[in-house]
């Protein structure tokens, strides 16, 4: 049986309901051991679609982004990679190639499972393939972990790719400072 990939997913959302617009997916495949980025995924959905087909958008989660700066309206509003809102999903799943770990904070897969249910399309992964990141993120925390206080934040916040390509460094550190 082939070993299992692993793939840091960040989603950026209008809502924090489970029934939230997803507003933009980012994902790395990598290897925890060296932190490589292997492959990514970026796309940012129509999320007038996302709210003709039901799912939520929040005025006070509206309100939020508005107070996040232009680089994170940008990441919202970007055209470079926009795409019809189950059109962004299909091609996730396409990318996903399974057999690949889902890691995120708890939030995201089950966001995205309820988009993929309102658009008819199963999901990629399987829900016992999903790892938290923020139980890594408290260890290394209560630790006070050098390796992962050294890493800076490089691209835009709240880019979905930019920050689970961060992500990905801090949680290699922590799985390598583990390991070892």
């Known amino acids: 049986m082939a070993k299992k990939k692993h793939t840091m997913v960040d989603i950026e959302t209008l809502s924090s309901r489970p029934n939230a617009v997803v507003a933009s997916i980012g994902a790395a495949q990598f290897d925890p051991a ?38 994170a309206a940008r990441a919202l509003s ?11 999903l299909v091609e996730f799943s396409a990318w996903w190639k399974n057999k690949s770990y889902f890691w995120g904070h708890t939030f995201d897969p089950q966001i995205l499972r309820w988009s993929y249910d309102a658009v008819g399309v199963a999901t990629p992964w399987h829900y016992r393939d999903t790892i938290d990141i923020r139980t890594i993120q408290m ?27 961060h992500q990905v460094k801090y949680c290699s550190a922590m799985y390598q400072h583990i390991k070892a």
């Open 139 to 165: 260890l290394s925390d209560q630790l006070v972990l050098e390796e992962t206080a050294a890493i800076k934040f490089e691209g835009a916040p709240h880019n979905a790719l930019h920050d689970a390509i």
């Open 78 to 88: 970007s055209t470079n990679h926009k795409v019809g809102y189950k059109q962004g």
């Open 34 to 71: 060296t932190g490589e980025v292997l492959d990514t995924f970026y796309r940012v959905l129509d999320v007038e679609e996302g709210e003709a087909l039901g799912m939520d958008v929040s005025a006070s989660t509206f309100l939020w982004w508005l107070s996040q700066g232009a680089d």
